[in-house]
């Protein structure tokens, strides 16, 4: 039989490829929440490989935190910074998969990213920030780096 699928449409804007991004100059700092990671997946290798320093820095809620783990598995190796915010309730699992994240040579930090966590990474004036997040962070990100060279994707549909 015939399956007729009516599509409502797609959205949202992409302008998170690090190409323009100088590797001796540019200091790349990546915002994510959650999925919003996955951008950054798609091109950590890349570049790594291109001699960018990357700094990510990366909420997700604690029930989240078996993706957290495998994403770093799959990137932590490329020397590149990792700051993981967790949100949300810890159960014995998620301390544990905390102290996995810290052996993967993580940071965490059982609380929501803030101003400062963001503007302390980077120098001002050389730094490039790839924010894909939720909307109340992405808002918050861009708000509190008003001025500075800030690219996103968003996912508004």
């Known amino acids: 039989s015939d399956l007729a699928?009516?599509?409502?449409?797609?959205?949202g804007e992409d302008d998170t490829r690090y190409a323009d991004t100088q590797p001796d100059t540019d200091d790349v700092v990546?915002?994510?929440?959650?999925i919003g990671i996955t951008p950054f997946m798609a091109q950590a290798h890349?570049?790594?490989?291109?001699?960018?320093?990357?700094?990510?820095?990366?909420?997700i809620r604690a029930e989240d935190l078996a993706l957290a783990v495998d994403v770093i598995e799959q990137v932590?190796?490329?020397?590149?910074?990792?700051?993981?915010?967790?949100?949300?309730q810890?159960?014995?699992d998620g301390h544990a998969k905390a102290r996995t994240l810290e052996q993967l040579r993580a940071r965490t930090y059982i609380r929501r990213m803030t101003e400062s966590d963001v503007k302390a990474v980077g120098h001002v004036g050389r730094r490039q920030f790839y924010v894909c997040a939720v909307p109340p962070l992405h808002a918050a990100v861009l708000g509190w780096l008003a001025g500075e060279d800030v690219r996103f994707e968003a996912f508004d549909y």
């Open 90 to 92: 810890l159960d014995t």
């Open 30 to 34: 990546v915002v994510a929440s959650g």
């Open 76 to 88: 932590g190796h490329l020397g590149m910074a990792i700051t993981v915010f967790i949100t949300g």
């Open 46 to 59: 890349a570049a790594h490989e291109s001699g960018l320093a990357l700094t990510l820095l990366w909420s």
């Open 5 to 11: 699928v009516h599509v409502m449409g797609f959205g």
